[in-house]
């Protein structure tokens, strides 16, 4: 990872002047508050408080996260850096070892953009569709709609699919079908996530500031695994300019 891209990375925080139709995509989560079940929404609140506190995350509007993934497939370990904005479904990712360099985002306004070693290209739609549907259910997303108690989210009790016997917290969206899954230990530790699109084992948290996120994470197999270098959690929403493809 070049010094350059690190210095001018957390810059992207700055926030920036919304159109109409972003303010609305951007606004403030429903007062409503959380639905489902009350046994399960206060183990997700508890689980909340132990990743920093709900006043924490109450607060964190954007996070700029660096992982060293190791994939098996792969001779070279790659550096990620990931800017992801916590209030709408947007992602900006750079991905760069001494053989490779890519950059990939999305938004909800689309679309789903990629360069990989310089060459530009615009994924299909289904690409975007993917991403738009796990998008609200990452860790960190679930993490501030717990905290602010977004009415978007029912959480419930349910199977966590392909683990038997094991009882997880269901995120539910508005379809009222689950989206997404944490699997929390008697310390109310996420210790496993899965949206409908894959699943992580999570290794213990881990301070940044006052946030504590899982410190690693691997998938089922163990084939694919990140290691978390560095977290900065802003007050502030990323520069929606940063998500769109370079003109």
Known sequence: MTTRRLRWLPALFLGALLTRGEARALQSPSSGGLRGDSAAIQDARAMVEAM??????????SLHFVHEWDHFQRIDRYLENEILDLTAPRSYVTMESELYERVRAYSEIGPYWNRVDGRFEVAGED????????APFSLYRIARAVAVGDSFYAVRYGPLPDVPGATALEFHGPDDRPHGWILLNRRHEPMIWATTQYAYSLGPLERYGNVLVPRWGATGSGRVRYEMRSLIASRTRPDSTLFLPPS
Not at 52 to 61: K, P, S, Y
């Open 52 to 61: 920093g506190g709900l006043a924490v995350w109450r607060e964190v509007r």
């Open 127 to 134: 690409a975007l569709a993917a991403a738009l549907e796990r």
